[in-house]
Each structure stands twice: as C-alpha cells, then as structure tokens.
C-alpha cells in the first residue's frame, strides 16, 4: 500500500490536536508530509535491521551504571513510578515515553536513523524470531549480573535508586504521594512482592488490600518471560484478543472519551494519570483486551504457579526489551483510529471543558535521548507524533481508515440496551434487526457488551476473567474456539495503592460479541435473542462466579 493513501497532512493532524474539543470539519488533504523517522514492522526488511541497532542499544544501556538516568533498569523504573494504566492518559504517557527510549536507543546504539519496530501481533500472533536474540530478551546472559537473584538486583540498584528519590522535586514527589508511594520503601514493596502489615478490618469490612505476592515485579534472569524460542506462540485466548475483529472493533468508537465503554476509544476519565477514578475503572476495548492480556501471557501470569512471573505482567514490564515493539503497535493503533477520525470529520480528543484538564496534566519523570531531565512537561505534549518526527509502516486496522476524507460527524449513538442481572447471570434482549446487521457479511458492525462486576482484591485476585454468552448452566471453562466463548478481559499489573481506588470500586469493560456466538446463528425467525452473559475466572480457576452488577449492550 502506498502511504500516500492512508496519511493526512501534518498540518491537518496539529490543527485538530489544537482543536481537540470539536467535531468541526478539519480541512482534507490526501497526503502527509513524510515524516524523518519510519517505525517498520518487525517482520519487515527494515524492521529486521533496525533490531540489530536495537539490541547494541539495549546492550549499551545495560552496561552503563545504575546512576545513569540511561541506565536499562532505571528506565524501567519511570515506568514502575510514572506509568498510568486504566485511564485516558494511556496512550499518551506512552507516546513520551517510548518517543525519548527511542531517542535513547538513537544515541547508544550509534545508528542515527533508528527507528523502533513494532510488533503486529494482529498479524503475527507470536514473538518475532530475533526478540530471542541476545540482550532482546530478558532470559539472556547479559541480565544475569543484575537479576540472577533477588539479593543481587537489589546491590545493583537500591543505592542508585534511593539516592535517586531524594533527589526529586515537590511536584514529582506529590505525584508518588498520589500514587501511593509515599515512601522508597513502599515502592520497593512492590518489586520484592513484600505484604506490608494490614490494618485490622473495619467494622463492615470490605474487599480492600493491594499487596498480594502474585504482584512481586522483579523477576530472576531465567522467569523473566515466559515464551521462548521453542514456544514463542500466543495462546488461543491471547490469539482472540489480538485478532483482526477485535483491532477493528477497538477502532470504532466515534469518541476519545465517553463515560459508556462501548462509546470511548480510551479508559475511564481520572483525576489525575496517578489516581484512580471515584466510582468505577472503565477499561477502553484495547487497552483491556490486546494490551493487558499480551502483556501477561508473555511473562507468564497464571501459568508458572507460584511464581515470580515474568516481567511483562507487572510495572518493570520494560526490563523486557519486547515491552515497546508491543507499545508501539498500540500507538500505531491510536494513530490508526486518529486518521480514522479525521477522514470521518470526527473529534480526536476530549471536548470541552475537559480538553485543557487533559493537556495540561504534567508529566514528571520522562529522561531524553541525551540522558537529561525532560523537565515539567504536559500531556498535550505528546498528542501528535510530530513530537518525535515519526509515523508507521501500515500495519492491521488501517483498513478501517476510509480511503476519502468527505465524511461527516456521526450522528449522536443509539441509546445503550439495559439488561438486568438475575443471580450473577448478565440478560440482555436483542431485537432481530439488530442481530442481523450484526451478522451482516459486510458493513455490519459487532454488538459490543458493556459489563460491571466488583473489582476483583485480597490475597490472589483474579486477573483474567471469561466472557461467556448462553452457555449452559454448570459451564465455568472453555476453549477459544467454543461457540460460547467472546473473549478474555485482562487486568494488567499490580494495583498501586493510589490507583486501586476504594474498596467497594466496581471494574467496568467493553467486549465485542464475536458474529460466531451460538446465540446468533441460532436466531432463525426469531423476533429477538435473549443474550445470557456470564463471566468466569480465567484459566480454570476453581473460583466461585463472578458476582456481576450490571450488563448493556450497544447497536453502534
């Protein structure tokens, strides 16, 4: 595909990220100036040379010292103490951050035309060959000095990294605060997976506690990742959650941000990237299904029983060099679903009021490609990629980027259908004629699920959890190819105590219905079908069910 036909103008892309509050029409222009930098797909000619400055980069960074700010396991701890997850900074705190690790890997490896691949796992549902190579994986020799066992991490870089805490502003320290790490120590709690001393329960107790030992981030050189060269395939549930349906499902949404998960292209809307939401975390498809749940089968949650698991699973994700082809693929989907929204005349971030509250939340810890403080910076810094000067190879999805730019705002979406829950049983009424243009060979889009259900805490939370549709009472576990079966949502790392939110916080998410489900192509003549929507422990966890709250559907 010529990228002539896919790329708007970067003019185009800044007057709308300017312009983030309306759904105005932008001026259309079939083409964007070529950027200076062309992320490839891994899989690509040019993919497979930038892994080779890839790995000498990643090498450099480990033999520096643990003070460096360019330090390999210092950059994964921006990561550990910055990173937001589950809400609508996600994607842009991400964008910076791989953005100056790019920069990083530019300068160290000597290669001044690097450009960092991205894994399309939409394509290739398995880790690319050279990620097994050397320093691009974690299980490799060069890690073993600093993570061959606990004892050794922690000589190797408490020092630096406590000399490094008392080293930060104000600003950054009030943001750790927010975080819920008021202390080294309480951050450090998280990498050993130590349960600090519990207060006794209240009088009407309810599902508090965020230290489990599941959550331990730190990993020994031969756990860090659980794939390898002679395994390196997603599983079938991850393989359904990285599928073309549900990338395309992902890019659907009309909105950057709407309160009803079906509706939203991001998480929920927080006060700040630190802090998690009053009421209920609100997952954005992407981010809860291909995001989370590549992220731990690759390290492995569930599956090495009793652990350590593998980095990718927790917030010192990044010490596995495969975390950013992974985040760049997902970037490469925001920008997807941006160019999308361009060519439909639609917004492209927040509306008013909340477009100055998103642009101007600060962002603290980012190091740039030099190894310098970036300083004060703000989200509506990294909202268009010509921050870094870089665009994409095309990869899955962008054929939901139409090929004109005449079209016009969408009009305002269908009311949601209300379902009821009967004894943890989701029931939902889907008229015929919504059924049918949901099976439609073409044009038709899925019905997606909005489903609530208490967030899951105490000792051993569950992390993943089975979406199942009209399977017979008594079934708690399925295949992927089950005619049952629409999904796995996935919970990505350990709950920071100031992103846990409170006890009683519920845990909301979207799930397209894939067009296979026995409930459709049964429907005949039917004049609507009954949707029974269950929600079960993942892995065949011998859990009791899900106690869901509340279940919706929308048409699109």
């Not at 003019?11 to 079939?30: I, K, T, W």
């Not at 630190?274 to 997952?283: E, R």
Request: hydrophobic fraction near 40%; glycine fraction near 8%; proline fraction near 10%.
């Amino acid at each position: 595909m010529d990228r002539t036909d896919f790329n708007l103008t970067r003019r185009d892309v800044l007057v709308a990220a300017a312009a983030v509050a309306g759904a105005a029409a932008v001026p259309f222009r079939p083409a964007r100036a070529a950027a200076k930098y062309t992320r490839p797909n891994v899989t690509s000619p040019a993919g497979q040379r930038m892994l080779a400055s890839y790995a000498k980069g990643v090498q450099a960074m480990l033999d520096l010292p643990a003070d460096h700010p360019q330090n390999w396991f210092r950059n994964a701890f921006i990561h550990m103490m910055d990173c937001p997850h589950g809400n609508w900074w996600f994607y842009v705190w991400h964008r910076g951050y791989i953005g100056y690790f790019e920069r990083t890997i530019r300068t160290l490896s000597g290669d001044p035309d690097f450009a960092l691949p991205y894994w399309d796992w939409t394509q290739l549902p398995q880790i690319p060959d050279g990620m097994f190579d050397g320093p691009l994986t974690p299980t490799d020799s060069a890690y073993l000095p600093y993570t061959g066992n606990l004892a050794r991490f922690s000589d190797f870089v408490t020092p630096a990294l406590t000399k490094y805490w008392d080293s930060l502003s104000p600003d950054q320290l009030t943001q750790l605060n927010n975080r819920g790490y008021k202390a080294f120590g309480d951050m450090w709690n998280d990498v050993t997976g130590y349960i600090p001393p519990q207060p006794p329960p209240p009088a009407e107790p309810k599902s508090g506690g965020y230290a489990v030992t599941e959550n331990q981030a730190f990993c020994v050189t031969s756990s860090a990742r659980y794939l390898s060269r002679d395994n390196p395939k997603l599983d079938d549930k991850t393989a359904v959650d990285v599928s073309l349906f549900m990338i395309i499902a992902g890019l659907l949404p009309k909105h950057f941000n709407e309160a009803f998960a079906p509706f939203s292209f991001t998480s929920a809307k927080t006060p700040s990237h630190n802090t998690a939401p009053p009421n209920s975390k609100v997952f954005s498809l992407l981010e809860g299904f291909p995001h989370n749940k590549t992220h731990n089968y690759l390290g492995g949650f569930s599956r090495t029983d009793p652990g350590p698991y593998g980095n990718m699973t927790n917030n010192l994700s990044p010490v596995d060099p495969i975390f950013f082809l992974h985040h760049a693929n997902m970037d490469r989907l925001w920008d997807v679903w941006t160019r999308k929204q361009m060519r439909e005349r639609g917004p492209i971030g927040p509306a008013d009021p909340d477009a100055a509250t998103f642009n101007n939340e600060p962002f603290l810890f980012y190091i740039d490609g030099d190894g310098k403080p970036v300083g004060p910076a703000k989200a509506g810094d990294y909202f268009d990629m010509s921050v870094f000067d870089y665009d994409y190879e095309p990869g899955s999805g962008e054929e939901i980027v139409p090929k004109t730019g005449d079209g016009l705002v969408a009009a305002a979406p269908p009311q949601p259908i209300q379902g009821s829950v009967v004894a943890n049983v989701g029931k939902v009424a889907v008229p015929a004629a919504a059924v049918r243009g949901h099976l439609a060979a073409t044009g038709g889009r899925p019905l997606v699920a909005q489903i609530t259900l208490p967030q899951p805490s105490g000792p051993s939370p569950t992390r993943e959890f089975d979406i199942l549709v009209n399977a017979p009472e008594g079934v708690t576990q399925v295949l992927a190819d089950s005619p049952y079966y629409a999904g796995t949502f996935a919970l990505f790392g350990a709950h920071t105590p100031g992103m846990h939110g409170h006890g009683d916080m519920d845990l909301t998410f979207a799930v397209p219905l894939p067009k296979t489900l026995r409930a459709f192509t049964e429907l005949g003549a039917a004049a609507e079908a009954t949707l029974n929507i269950r929600v079960v422990p993942s892995h065949g966890q011998n859990k009791p069910a899900v106690a869901l709250k509340a279940v919706s559907l929308a048409t699109q």
